[in-house]
């Protein structure tokens, strides 16, 4: 059994957020810490009117209520396909699989060659469910809020589906990683804001 004091940690000292003097390492430091939130990763699809297929990749997704059932993602005002995802009449939060990182990196930039060869069923509205994933939630669109650079898309959930039994693919650390890695990301990122590990 290991004493208290070994397992004592250096707590952090807490930072005020002055993006005016030094603005890209402020920025840096302030990525730095929010990266230390673990989340899963998602493909936000939906179908505009005239039948295009819209895919981003989402980390900012999560749930917000039960009753009723809302779940939000929140999206850069930079997508090209962002005012095309505000007027979608659906749209549907993918959820990605250990193995699906090319997925996740294909859909993480602007390309035309999104959907090459991706498999997709069509759901509400036309938005494409990827046939293969951990989980999906199929939504109407519920509120819309100024989130800065990023608009917080409420959706409410009509139809869902989930194989919780499959690996989830993580994003921790500005990083995809699986839920079994032991490599100590924690002391990567305290080291390069200079916390005590
Ligand atoms: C791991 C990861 C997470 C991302 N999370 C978001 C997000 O939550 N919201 C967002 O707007 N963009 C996010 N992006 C960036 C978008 O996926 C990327 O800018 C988008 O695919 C470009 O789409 P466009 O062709 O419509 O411009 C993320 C990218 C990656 C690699």
């Given at each position: 059994m290991k004493s208290t004091a070994e397992h004592a940690v250096a707590v952090a000292p807490l930072e005020e957020?002055?993006?005016?003097?030094d603005a890209a390492e402020a920025r840096r430091r302030l990525c730095v810490a929010l990266a230390t939130f673990a989340t899963g990763v998602t493909i936000v699809t939906a179908r505009t009117h005239d039948g295009t297929k819209l895919g981003v990749t989402a980390n900012s997704f999560n749930s917000v209520s039960l009753s009723p059932p809302l779940i939000l993602v929140s999206l850069a005002r930079?997508?090209?396909?962002f005012e095309e995802f505000l007027r979608a009449p659906a749209f549907a939060v993918n959820v990605l699989r250990l193995e699906q990182r090319e997925l996740c990196h294909r859909f993480g930039r602007a390309s035309?060659?999104?959907?090459?060869?991706v498999r997709c069923t069509e759901g509400l509205h036309g938005a494409p469910l990827l046939e293969e994933r951990l989980a999906v939630f199929e939504c109407t669109p519920y509120a819309q809020y100024d989130g800065g650079d990023h608009v917080i898309v409420l959706g409410r959930v009509a139809r869902f589906a989930a194989n919780p039994n499959l690996e989830p693919l993580v994003y921790y650390g500005g990083a995809l990683r699986s839920l079994?890695?032991?490599?100590?990301v924690g002391e990567d990122l305290a080291f390069m804001c200079g916390w005590g590990g």
């Amino acid at each position: 059994m290991k004493s208290t004091a070994e397992h004592a940690v250096a707590v952090a000292p807490l930072e005020e957020v002055v993006l005016a003097e030094d603005a890209a390492e402020a920025r840096r430091r302030l990525c730095v810490a929010l990266a230390t939130f673990a989340t899963g990763v998602t493909i936000v699809t939906a179908r505009t009117h005239d039948g295009t297929k819209l895919g981003v990749t989402a980390n900012s997704f999560n749930s917000v209520s039960l009753s009723p059932p809302l779940i939000l993602v929140s999206l850069a005002r930079t997508l090209f396909s962002f005012e095309e995802f505000l007027r979608a009449p659906a749209f549907a939060v993918n959820v990605l699989r250990l193995e699906q990182r090319e997925l996740c990196h294909r859909f993480g930039r602007a390309s035309p060659e999104k959907w090459s060869g991706v498999r997709c069923t069509e759901g509400l509205h036309g938005a494409p469910l990827l046939e293969e994933r951990l989980a999906v939630f199929e939504c109407t669109p519920y509120a819309q809020y100024d989130g800065g650079d990023h608009v917080i898309v409420l959706g409410r959930v009509a139809r869902f589906a989930a194989n919780p039994n499959l690996e989830p693919l993580v994003y921790y650390g500005g990083a995809l990683r699986s839920l079994a890695e032991r490599h100590r990301v924690g002391e990567d990122l305290a080291f390069m804001c200079g916390w005590g590990g």
